[in-house]
């Protein structure tokens, strides 16, 4: 070992790196390179706040892919519509500006139309049903129709709850009361051909929108899951809550095909299964929260009465609706949502 004193110590190695630009560093010791910046990094990009279990989880998951994939891979999560709009990021995904989207059912049915297939109204019972239909064969269908647009779609879609109407102007009971309320839906034909077909008169804004809009009382009603009244606020701009649970709604994870394909296997791996084991309890996180939700929006001041779906569904078939909608989705695509759930028309 007597040559031993002829090599650097570590620590004069180190000073000596640290003098050199961190160019110089990167090529004398590619290691620190790969620490400091890893080789892929991913945006995702969302419309909710950042305390909705979506961007609670989604940040967990992050963590969890920078840790498996050893600084590799890095997921930036961007809640809130920092990005834009739903439109807005829905275009960026296509176009590759942005890696990652939680595309809302109705929302990405512009691109894809069997996607508001689960939107339909009253389709759904309970979650049993929404689970075995969208992670079955139907939601294999949607998830195919996806891919022909450029998009690849995590298997697991994460929830967004059933939808309930809220108002700042009466309760809504039955079918009847809905008749001339404006009411905001997302851009999407089925929120409007739904609202439409009820009689309301549904305007088309995107969620980043919603709490000037009814602010300053360009609508007077909006639907939306509890949790999302919840997070963002609806309840300092509306009084009443109607639990209509007239339509379900959950996202779909898509990813741009591109980023997708460039990704190595191992690392493919690695951010599916994150999304994916995320999306799961995600799902359990947003069911254990409805069940607060009623009680904690009581005590912002909100009214709330439980509406009978029967008056909502006579007046969806007496309009044709349903008939309409199945029309347009196709015999194929509407015997695989009837397999899950039952005569829906």
Request: positive net charge; charged residues 20%; proline residues 4%.
């Amino acid at each position: 070992m007597a040559h031993s004193s002829n090599l650097p110590s570590r620590r004069s190695l180190l000073r000596g790196l640290c003098a050199l630009p961190a160019a110089s560093v990167a090529g004398a010791w590619p290691g620190l390179a790969s620490a400091a910046a890893p080789e892929y990094s991913f945006k995702f990009g969302n419309n909710l706040p950042v305390s909705h279990p979506l961007n609670v989880r989604a940040n967990e998951a992050a963590a969890r892919i920078l840790a498996e994939s050893k600084g590799r891979l890095e997921l930036k999560v961007f809640p809130n519509n920092q990005l834009g709009g739903d439109t807005d990021m829905l275009s960026q995904v296509r176009s590759g500006g942005l890696e990652i989207f939680n595309a809302g059912t109705m929302v990405i049915a512009t691109l894809a139309p069997i996607s508001a297939i689960t939107a339909v109204g009253f389709a759904f019972a309970d979650y049993d049903q929404v689970w075995k239909t969208v992670d079955g064969k139907l939601g294999d269908s949607i998830r195919a129709a996806f891919a022909k647009v450029g998009l690849y779609t995590f298997p697991r879609m994460w929830d967004n709850g059933f939808r309930q109407v809220t108002t700042s102007t009466k309760a809504v009971s039955s079918a009847a009361d809905l008749g001339g309320m404006k009411i905001r839906v997302p851009v999407s034909p089925m929120g409007i051909s739904m609202f439409k077909a009820l009689s309301a008169s549904p305007a088309s804004l995107q969620f980043s929108e919603v709490y000037s809009a009814l602010q300053t009382k360009v609508v007077d009603a909006q639907e939306n899951p509890l949790a999302i009244v919840q997070t963002a606020k609806l309840y300092e701009v509306q009084k009443f809550c109607s639990v209509t649970n007239h339509s379900w709604d959950g996202y779909h994870m898509v990813v741009n095909g591109r980023a997708w394909r460039g990704l190595p296997d191992d690392l493919k791996l690695i951010l599916g299964r994150a999304f994916d084991e995320a999306g799961l309890q995600q799902r359990a996180d947003l069911k254990k929260l409805n069940e607060t939700l009623r009680s904690d929006l009581t005590a912002k001041g909100m009214a709330f009465n439980d509406a009978s779906p029967q008056s909502f569904r006579d007046q969806l078939r007496k309009a044709g609706y349903y008939s309409e909608w199945k029309g347009k989705f196709g015999d194929e695509a509407w015997a695989l949502l009837e397999a899950s759930v039952g005569k829906v028309s």
